[in-house]
């Protein structure tokens, strides 16, 4: 009998999404023991849902799109997009400067919204593009490739909303980040389950997941077995692309507004963190989006926390930079070595003494 | 012991996951002796040899040098012992001049500052001593192979050592330059250096060694000084007597090649510049084809140039009679090809993914990305090769790098007959794999050729491929240089045609 | 030796050269241009030493890690912690400015040593760690303090303010002579560049670094202790982003956590610019310094003409270096297509 429950219990623990979720409980935890009302969820005066845990998963949205794009390019190309975060500011600047024909602010559209819109998530993809160009046509370093647009992008964002901040003081431009009519749940939720949904369809009902693991996993073998490495790594870095401008709109629509500087601030930081965090290798191969997904919660719920507790949002990095190294020596082979060195030494001197 | 040992390797043993490398192996090296270690592909030379100079660890066994017991962690441990390598790819540095390549890590100093000069002219007396036509001050990247495998023979030789590893070191030369490399072995013998010489070439092992070891599938067979071991007994040693009981498989098979269709691959001029020389390649239904040729000969390239894995430069192709142009891989797939490529770690397994993805992989390719196999389908068909070529697994969702490197090679050959190929290329389907298993793709082949498949078949081991193909294409510096059929196909003849001319001349 | 001296230019040399014609090129492009804004005169030139002497000597340690083959994106962070931390030391501790300096090193050397380690010994990717470390100088940064602190310490500022006049100058409209100047911080900068061109060419370390960078595997296989050298190479690399960091604030005299945001693209973009390869094993502190003196340019240039934002500083750098990364990667395909 308890044979059998111990085995049940091997096999959770070693289930992929075991740490992801262990982290994800371990934060909400202490989340509910500073302030027991955490998962409290209620209706506000204006009918719509309120509580830690609805702010956390809102505020989340974002995070949960870009690490669907970072968690592909990483499976793929064994590097990170650390572009991400000026992607967004890239579409938000296109898509408000179209919609206020040039203004730094408007009260009513001086375009469709649907063309700003497409116009804004082109010029992601665009990005994208070029991301991929550098890393899957000309064997760039990853992040050497991407952090051009790291610095670059916000340059160019600037440039488009010509050094101001754009606003678009237009009820139905507030939407995206705000609520749909009287749903009482925040449209981002929205937002993020879609794009977690088309992911899905698109990984699952196509052979793309599996030919991303592939190429990620031995590049040269799947060039042998047919496939196209190249437009395969390409195509993650589009689609990357076009998740971090999807995330730019809904972050520009809650703020109403195209900030360059500030859309999408430290959040490729965050977007890798969910992506290790989700247990998913840095350096490529099979992947977890689900795990990702969990890890872009966790670190939400981290960021939210901190700041609950009085850190600056400019202090936050601090915390998350040590929970990557963490992360990464702990995922790091060397050390994985070391600790089955250290464990046999371990077993083996535990049986000698229990020898003697 | 005798006083004139400079190096005994004891009862030597060493797993990598799922294959015995070396399995309690013995060597000993004396003082003004060049050594041959032989053995074919897989035999554990290479491992042998990287035990002693501490790029892997040993799990058992002992080394001793000059009598002190000693264990390499690092190649410099190695190098600090009085043991100098010279390996196969070339291990040098293509950024640096030849000269600092000849002197890192102990670079002549004036001040604690490099002393260049100094450097540069002492590395110009070395590689005139040694014969070397090269400036010392030129970039490493812009010298030929040879030239490179001759400077990190250089860099050996002026290291003072004991013992000088020469680990597969002609395989880039020429006559010549061989010619220069054995005077130098021969000089630095007689200065009392012991040399142990890895080679393919059995003409280079009688010209210049003393004795032979040989190996055979990480096990000692034996070792014997060359005067008593005549040419013929070294390749029945080194290839072993385990494969007389299937000396005859082919003669179950019919091998009837079809001659009523055209053949399923008829290549005229092709070729790809830098790696092999145009040459004309056909094979019909029912054929089993091989490639023969030395290590380097071109035997790969020349198929890799008909699918598509680089791109040939020239020439014609017609597959079933129909010309066709083939720029990738996939291509090569849609018409009917299929190619098991040699290097199974780097090029064959996708070794994080599970059995079953790695054997639907290449249909799922061929498919298009749109058309995803349904689980039923993908289980179905890993299931079917599993039982079919009786790979040895935990489950099909077991990732591949966990199975042994045969079961690994079977999964590979269950990826490429589940999109049931017309043409079917074998790179060294054989090599490090147990002898069982070895036996079971042979048959494997004949059973594939019987069903009406065209078969290439590529293997180091001579006897394999004449127990396997019904003709011979034969391979010679990066050029198609004979083919063989019929009464003619026997090891001599092969012998003989990979040699080439060079005999008749003399 | 005719034979060798004959020889084609080397790809390396050929992107120096590039390099070094660029620089000629756009500035004197921009003497000719803004001849009337003063861009020909002596003192423009060396104002271009007097604001990236920072930069200068970070580069510098930039180009040593990258010659591993390595990268190190947290010197923009170093520097903000170096000058807040300073700034935090002498302004509110009442620390003196030669204590400040030796801090302002151990911060650089810090970061180095944990990074280094990470990198060498646990072998993780270099752009992982110190992204994490970028991240962590920056978020340090803030926790020493929110607000911006400016610097009032008198030593501080007779450092940051010394004028070394040179023996050649010009004369103002008035009529008045004023010689060419340049502060300590360039002399510092220089002979940081000096040294590390002197370490790179003629020290054993210096030329394990290319070995490494141009093969880690014959560089181990030829029994270099690869480890142990990278491991250097960053703990010498953190330590020359803080003596940067310390020159960046004598510059700057104040600490806040924007300071020096995107200073890693800058360095890298330089040390590119300059020859070094980002695959490893090629690069000098002199290509370096042109990369710096390159990226000065571009500054003066815009700022000069006066009507284009501070923003197509960071996109005609970024447009720079990818132009070089292009080039490098080209120069890689046909380099391999020969062989």
């Not at chain 1, 990464?328 to 371990?346: C, D, G, H, T």
């Not at chain 2, 190098?79 to 890590?105: D, H, K, M, R, W």
């Not at chain 3, 170093?78 to 911060?107: D, H, K, P, Q, S």
């Not at chain 3, 132009?323 to 380099?335: D, E, R, S, T």
Request: charged fraction near 20%; charge should be neutral; glycine fraction near 10%.
């Amino acid at each position: 009998m308890s044979k059998e429950k111990g085995f049940n219990w091997k096999q959770i623990t070693s289930h992929h999404l075991f740490m992801p979720v262990v982290c994800l409980i371990v934060v909400c935890l202490a989340n509910v023991i500073k302030s027991p009302d955490f998962f409290k969820i209620s209706i506000s005066d204006n009918g719509v849902l309120y509580g830690s845990v609805i702010d956390i998963i809102n505020r989340a949205s974002e995070l949960v799109i870009l690490a669907i794009g970072m968690t592909l390019v990483t499976a793929a190309s064994g590097g990170q997009d650390i572009s991400v975060g000026a992607i967004m500011a890239v579409a938000a600047a296109v898509c408000c400067q179209i919609l206020s024909g040039g203004a730094a602010s408007t009260s009513e559209f001086q375009n469709p919204f649907i063309l700003a819109a497409l116009a804004g998530l082109a010029a992601a993809m665009l990005c994208g593009l070029f991301n991929g160009f550098l890393v899957a046509k000309l064997n760039i370093q990853p992040m050497v490739a991407t952090l051009i647009l790291y610095t670059a992008g916000r340059g160019i964002a600037q440039l488009v909303t010509q050094g101001q901040i754009t606003y678009i003081r237009v009820d139905s431009y507030k939407v995206l980040g705000g609520y749909i009519g009287k749903c009482p749940i925040p449209t981002p939720i929205f937002a993020a389950i879609i794009s977690v949904v088309v992911a899905y369809l698109v990984l699952n009902k196509t052979a793309l997941g599996l030919y991303i693991e592939s190429v990620g996993i031995n590049g040269e073998a799947s060039r042998l077995v047919g496939l196209n490495s190249t437009r395969i790594k390409w195509m993650a870095y589009v689609i990357c692309g076009f998740l971090a401008g999807f995330a730019g709109l809904v972050n520009s629509s809650r703020i109403y507004s195209a900030d360059a500087n500030n859309i999408g601030l430290n959040l490729e930081m965050d977007a890798i963190l969910a992506v290790a965090l989700g247990g998913n290798l840095l350096s490529g191969g099979k992947f977890s989006l689900a795990g990702s997904i969990i890890g872009a919660f966790t670190i939400q719920a981290l960021t939210t926390t901190l700041l609950s507790m009085n850190v600056s949002a400019d202090q936050v990095p601090v915390y998350k930079a040590i929970v990557v190294v963490v992360i990464v020596v702990l995922q790091s082979p060397v050390f994985k070595k070391q600790m089955a060195v250290w464990k046999a030494r371990k077993s083996s001197n535990s049986t000698e003494g229990g020898r003697a | 012991m005798g006083e004139n040992v400079v190096l005994t390797m004891r009862d030597i043993s060493k797993t990598f996951p799922g294959v015995k490398a070396l399995q309690h192996v013995d060597f000993t090296l004396r003082k003004s002796e060049i050594h041959a270690l032989m053995g074919e592909n897989g035999a554990g030379k290479s491992t042998l040899i990287k035990v002693l100079t501490g790029v892997h660890e040993f799990q058992s066994g002992e080394i001793k040098i000059e009598g002190r017991a000693v264990i390499n962690k690092s190649p410099q441990d190695a190098q600090n012992n009085g043991i100098s390598t010279v390996y196969q790819e070339v291990n040098l540095c293509p950024n640096l001049t030849v000269a600092e390549n000849l002197f890192i890590g102990r670079e002549p100093r004036k001040m604690g500052m490099i002393d260049w000069k100094t450097m540069n002219r002492k590395s110009e007396e070395l590689l005139r001593e040694l014969d070397i036509d090269v400036s010392a001050t030129q970039s490493l990247e812009e010298c030929s192979i040879a030239i490179q495998q001759m400077i990190a023979i250089a860099r050996a030789v002026d290291m003072q050592c004991k013992v000088l590893i020469l680990d597969e070191p002609t395989s880039s030369l020429d006559d010549e330059e061989v010619e220069k490399l054995f005077k130098l072995m021969n000089r630095l013998k007689s200065e009392g250096v012991g040399i142990i010489f890895v080679t393919h070439f059995l003409e280079q092992v009688y010209a210049v060694c003393d004795r032979i070891t040989v190996l055979r599938n990480g096990e000692l067979v034996g070792e014997y000084e060359i005067g008593k071991l005549p040419r013929v007994m070294l390749v029945a040693k080194m290839m072993g007597k385990d494969f007389d009981d299937l000396a005859d498989i082919k003669g179950e098979h019919n091998m009837q090649k079809d001659m009523s269709s055209a053949p399923v691959i008829d290549a005229k001029g092709l070729g790809h510049k830098g790696t092999i020389k145009p040459f004309d390649f056909d094979i019909r239904r029912g054929e089993v084809v091989g490639l023969t040729g030395l290590l380097g000969s071109g035997r790969s390239e020349l198929v890799r140039a008909i699918y598509g894995a680089d791109k040939a430069d020239s020439g014609t192709l017609k597959v079933n009679g129909q010309e066709v142009k083939i720029n990738t891989p996939l291509e090569a797939m849609k018409v009917g090809m299929a190619y098991l490529p040699e290097d199974r770690k780097k090029e064959g397994i996708i070794a994080d993914l599970s059995v079953r993805e790695n054997i639907i992989i290449a249909m799922q390719a061929k498919r298009g990305m749109f058309k995803l196999m349904s689980r039923k389908e993908m289980e179905e068909a890993a299931d079917k090769f599993i039982a079919m070529l009786q790979v040895k697994t935990a489950s099909r969702e077991t990732p591949i790098k966990s199975l042994s490197g045969g079961n690994q090679q079977k999964v590979i050959i269950g990826r490429w007959l589940l999109t049931n190929p017309d043409f079917l290329i074998l790179d060294e389907p054989t090599r490090g794999i147990d002898i069982g298993t070895k036996t079971e793709i042979q048959k494997l082949v004949l059973n594939l050729a019987d069903e009406g498949k065209a078969v290439t078949f590529i293997s180091s081991e001579v006897e394999e491929m004449l127990r396997t193909c019904s003709r011979m294409n034969v391979l010679r510096d990066g050029a198609k240089v004979g083919e063989i059929e019929g009464e003619d196909l026997t090891q001599e003849n092969i012998m003989k045609t990979i040699a080439g001319g060079e005999s008749a001349h003399e | 030796m005719g034979k060798a001296k004959s020889k084609k230019i080397s790809s390396s040399t050929f992107l120096l050269l590039t390099t070094i014609i660029l620089f000629v090129v756009m500035y004197a492009a921009g003497m000719i241009i803004f001849n009337d804004k003063g861009f020909a005169k002596p003192q423009m030139f060396l104002n271009l030493f007097v604001s990236n002497a920072g930069l200068l000597v970070i580069g510098c340690g930039m180009t040593i890690v990258m010659i591993t083959g390595g990268i190190d994106i947290s010197v923009g962070s170093v520097t903000a912690l170096v000058c807040m931390v300073c700034a935090f030391a002498m302004e509110r501790m009442g620390m003196n400015a030669y204590m400040a300096v030796l801090v302002a090193l151990a911060i650089g050397l810090a970061f180095g040593v944990v990074q280094g380690y990470l990198v060498a010994y646990l072998d993780i990717q270099p752009f992982i760690v110190t992204l994490a470390g970028m991240f962590f100088g920056r978020g340090m940064t803030a926790i020493v303090s929110t607000d911006m602190i400016a610097i009032t310490n008198e030593t501080f500022l007779k450092w940051a303010k010394f004028h070394i006049n040179l023996p050649f100058g010009t004369h103002n409209q008035k009529g008045e002579y004023l010689p060419a100047y340049i502060y300590p911080s360039v002399v510092v900068a220089i002979i940081v560049v000096i040294l590390v061109s002197i370490m790179l060419k003629y020290s054993k370390f210096g030329r394990k670094l290319y070995a490494i960078g141009g093969s880690q595997q014959s560089a181990l296989m030829m029994g270099l202790n690869v480890k142990r050298t990278k491991f250097q190479a960053y703990v010498l690399a953190g330590f020359l982003s803080g003596l940067g960091g310390f020159l960046f604030c004598l510059n700057s005299c104040a600490g806040f956590v924007e300071q020096a945001k995107g200073l890693e693209m800058d360095a890298i973009s330089s040390a590119v610019i300059g020859g070094t390869l980002l695959s490893g094993g090629v690069g000098t502190a002199v290509g370096t310094l042109f990369g710096v003196l390159i990226k000065g340019t571009i500054s003066s240039l815009i700022t000069t003409q006066g009507t284009l934002s501070s923003w197509w500083v960071r996109i005609t750098l970024s447009a720079l270096l990818c132009f070089f990364i292009v080039l490098q990667a080209v120069i890689a395909a046909v380099k391999k297509k020969g062989n």
